[in-house]
Each structure stands twice: as C-alpha cells, then as structure tokens.
C-alpha cells in the first residue's frame, strides 16, 4: 500500500516547515519531498537508533518505568524538569502540570541557547513580524553569529534570501544580504558583503552602527578590526531601505555580553524604525522551543527557569537555570524530556546529573538516556504522534501524525507519571484540580 501526506510540518528545526510531502509505502516512510537534508533525515530515518524501555540499565515495561518515575518524583525534595524542546504544545502543558504537582523546577533549552534573547525582549520588547512578511517585503538582511545555511537550509530559500515576494518580485535581485561572524561560514557564501568581528567583539560594533544610524560622529578609522567606511555604508543602506530584517544566534546569544549584545541588536531595530521599516528576529533552534517558551509564558508568566516550590511560579535566571541548579548540587532528582542534557551541559552539571536519580522520557537514544536511571522510550513527535509546535516567528502551526507506534507518546508518558503521584499522594483529580485553581488565585493577585 502506498500514501501520501500533504502539508506535512517538519519537526526538526525552528523554521518547522510546513508544505512537505510525505510517502509511506508497505509501512516505510520512502520520501520526504521538499524537505532539507536535515528534515529528510528525520522522517526517513525516524526510527534508527530508537530508546528501549530500561532501569538501571535492565529491560522493563512500561508500566514498570512508570510506577518507578512516580517514586523517585514523589519523594524527591528539589527535582528538576528539563527539555521541552523536541516534543509537542500538550506534553509541554502536561510538564507544566507535574512541575506545579511536585513543586519541581522547571526549565527548557532556551536556558543554555537563547535565554540571553528572551531576557532582552523583556527589557526593550521586540519589532517583529512573521517569516511571510519578510519573504514578501524584505530587501535587506542582515544575518548575525549565526549560519542559516547549515543549521537552518530552508530559510534562505523558503522566507529571505532567493525567494520571489510580493513586493519583491525580483526575487534574490531585489534582495541585499549581509553575513557578520567571527569566521567565515557556508552562509558567507550568500551573502553580498560579509564582516569578520572578533569574538566577544559584538557590542562594540553594534553600538558603532546605532551611533551611525543615528547620526552621531565616530572619530575612530576602524572598530573591532571593521572600518568604519564599512560600517557608515551599512548605516545608510539600512536607513534607506523600504523594509529590512535582522536575524541573530547564538553567536550572540552565548559569547561575552550575552543579553546585553541582544539588546543593542533590539536597540539597533528600534533606532531604524525613526526611518523605515525594520525587524529583529531571533534564529531560534529546535523545532518546537519557541512553543516551550510559550506555553510556559502563558502558564506560569515566564519563559524558563521557573521554580514552583512555593505553589507559585518564582523566575530566577542563574537561580533556577537547569545548569546552575545542578552545578551547585541542589537537585536531588531530574526529568529530563525530549533532550540530551549530559551531552550538552558543561562538565559540572552533566556530573551531578549523572548522581541524582535521572528520569529520561525520549524516542531517542543519547548520552542522558545511557545514564539515566529509567528511560521511557517514547514515540516521535510529528512524525508517530500529532500535535502543535511553534514556528521561530510565534505562528502555530499543526503536527501530522504519519505513522502508528507501539510508543507511548509523551503527552500519555506525563499524563500517567501525574495520575500515578496523585493516587500515591491520595489526591483526586478534582482535589488537585481545585488546589490548582487556589494557587492560581494567590498569584494573580
């Protein structure tokens, strides 16, 4: 037998594409049409190197693994949530849930990539747009510490460098595309003029074009290595033209200055729009972690590092950041979902992880389920599961489920874990419900 699914959105990146075509023959998943190298990967090879059902390292089932996470939850005093990234909008509320259930900290990836953005737009707010506007509008685009061509193929093509818009109807012609970084990248390579700025360099230069923009003299010949006639001719093209966008990554986000470099970025976008039309945007990663940030924004008030110790959400950047928490040694029992946090923490954290009780929920195997206490093999989001993800832009957009799994999928994984707590606890479900809602009223107030 052999199906075809339309519009189907791709899980892997922020971009989330949404108008792939996807063909299953005899159970196989055999193309993934307009797809990158990236999201072709991902749906023909969905199902290589899958996680198994273990604890401590034995097989186990699920109701095994289950009643074992319920346990080690229950009776932690400091647990944390971790990931959210790489699954859908309902497990993401569900995680919400059990971290209020339990008085766990909860944090997703943004806390260890692009924090440093969210906190930014909290100070100055955000000029922004949707990925539509700038294929349709945009002439100019300035890519900053970041490399679309590699990490995100389908940007370039789909909403900014090469396509044709509706007012820009000459296509990549009718497009001007700057690339800064402190080294040359494949996305160098489509760009019509590239800066070279050392690292940690960042702010210097983004303050130099806000004074230029803004008219104000700059004696220096050069700054940060970059002259400043560079820099005065990138100023007044910015200034003339009708409809430009900025895009950055963690080239800013995660060298020297952090938040501060986003925020002259944002700063930057706000001067140019006493001149024209301008748009900041961050280049975020995983296919679904603006959606964790939202859910928890709309759940909570915060976007990561949220403690609900108290029965109420605390947000502490550097106090409740997953990284913190465990390189201090505070956590006594992790759930990490839909992530590698020992393959991508730094040395002292990933070392605390791996002496506390680790609960792993993931499809995949990775270095955090190699040393987890009890790994929960779960199906693939988007692919074995439907759902809702986030597009980088804010735009939800829906999951299509292709193929059947024997895996649970994270939303049941988490829905059981809190049915399982409760029941251990003595709590109905309407008990709990109502202590929800009374804790909601405290913080509203």
């Known amino acids: 037998m052999t199906e075809v699914f339309k519009n189907v959105t791709c899980p892997f990146c922020g971009v989330v594409c949404d108008d792939l075509q996807v063909k299953v023959e005899n159970g196989v998943i055999t193309e993934a049409k307009r797809g990158?190298?990236?999201?072709?990967?991902?749906?023909?090879?969905?199902?290589?190197?899958?996680?198994?059902?273990?604890?401590?390292?034995?097989?186990?089932?699920?109701?095994?693994c289950i009643e074992a996470a319920v346990e080690i939850l229950d009776e932690s005093t400091f647990p944390l949530i971790y990931g959210l990234a790489s699954t859908e909008c309902d497990a993401q509320r569900k995680a919400v849930e059990l971290a209020d259930l339990i008085g766990s900290?909860?944090?997703?990836?943004?806390?260890?990539?692009?924090?440093?953005?969210?906190?930014?737009?909290?100070?100055?707010?955000?000029?922004?747009?949707?990925?539509?506007?700038?294929?349709?509008?945009?002439?100019l685009l300035i890519f900053w510490g970041c490399n679309p061509a590699?990490?995100?193929?389908?940007?370039?093509?789909?909403?900014?460098?090469?396509?044709?818009?509706?007012?820009?109807?000459?296509?990549?012609?009718?497009?001007?595309?700057?690339?800064?970084?402190?080294?040359?990248?494949?996305?160098?390579?489509?760009?019509?003029?590239?800066?070279?700025?050392?690292?940690?360099?960042?702010?210097?230069?983004?303050s130099t074009l806000r004074a230029l923009v803004n008219g104000r003299p700059?004696?220096?010949?050069?700054?940060?290595?970059?002259?400043?006639?560079?820099?005065?001719?990138?100023?007044?093209?910015?200034?003339s033209v009708k409809f430009g966008s900025l895009f950055w990554g963690m080239g800013l986000t995660m060298s020297r200055g952090k938040h501060m470099n986003v925020m002259a970025m944002l700063q930057l976008a706000r001067d140019l729009n006493q001149y024209t039309k301008f748009t900041a945007s961050?280049?975020?990663?995983?296919?679904?972690?603006?959606?964790?940030?939202?859910?928890?924004?709309?759940?909570?008030?915060?976007?990561?590092g949220i403690n609900l110790g108290r029965?109420?959400?605390?947000?502490?950047?550097?106090?409740?950041?997953s990284v913190d928490v465990l390189a201090r040694g505070e956590a006594d029992a992790a759930l990490i979902i839909a992530a590698d946090a020992v393959g991508n923490f730094p040395a002292a954290a990933a070392?605390?992880?791996?002496?506390?009780?680790?609960?792993?929920?993931?499809p995949k195997e990775?270095?955090?389920?190699?040393?987890?206490?009890?790994?929960?093999?779960?199906?693939?989001?988007?692919?074995?599961?439907?759902?809702?993800?986030?597009?980088?832009?804010?735009?939800?957009?829906?999951?299509?489920?292709?193929?059947?799994?024997?895996y649970p999928s994270d939303l049941d994984v988490l829905s059981r874990i809190i049915a399982g707590i409760r029941r251990r606890r003595g709590l109905t479900e309407t008990e709990t419900l109502h202590a929800d809602a009374e804790n909601h009223q405290r913080t509203s107030l």
Do not use: W
Request: contains cysteine.
């Open 105 to 139: 900290t909860i944090d997703t990836t943004s806390s260890v990539c692009h924090s440093p953005t969210l906190q930014a737009i909290q100070h100055m707010g955000d000029s922004t747009c949707t990925v539509g506007e700038i294929k349709n509008r945009s002439r």
């Open 311 to 321: 029965g109420y959400p605390q947000y502490g950047p550097g106090e409740f950041t």
């Open 282 to 304: 961050p280049m975020r990663g995983h296919g679904n972690v603006v959606g964790a940030a939202t859910v928890l924004s709309y759940t909570t008030g915060y976007p990561f």
């Open 150 to 206: 590699e990490s995100h193929p389908r940007h370039f093509s789909r909403y900014s460098v090469t396509p044709v818009g509706r007012f820009v109807p000459e296509g990549r012609k009718g497009r001007y595309v700057v690339n800064v970084d402190v080294r040359k990248t494949p996305s160098a390579r489509a760009a019509d003029l590239f800066i070279q700025v050392p690292p940690g360099k960042d702010y210097e230069v983004i």
């Open 366 to 406: 990775s270095m955090t389920t190699k040393t987890a206490n009890i790994v929960i093999a779960t199906a693939v989001s988007g692919i074995e599961t439907g759902g809702t993800v986030y597009r980088m832009d804010g735009i939800p957009l829906p999951l299509t489920k292709i193929m059947d799994s024997d």
């Open 218 to 239: 700059v004696d220096a010949a050069e700054v940060a290595g970059v002259k400043i006639e560079i820099l005065r001719d990138l100023a007044e093209r910015m200034k």
């Open 36 to 64: 990158c190298v990236l999201g072709r990967y991902t749906f023909l090879k969905y199902d290589g190197d899958r996680a198994t059902m273990r604890i401590d390292g034995k097989p186990a089932t699920l109701d095994e």
């Open 351 to 362: 070392s605390h992880l791996k002496k506390i009780p680790t609960i792993a929920i993931d």
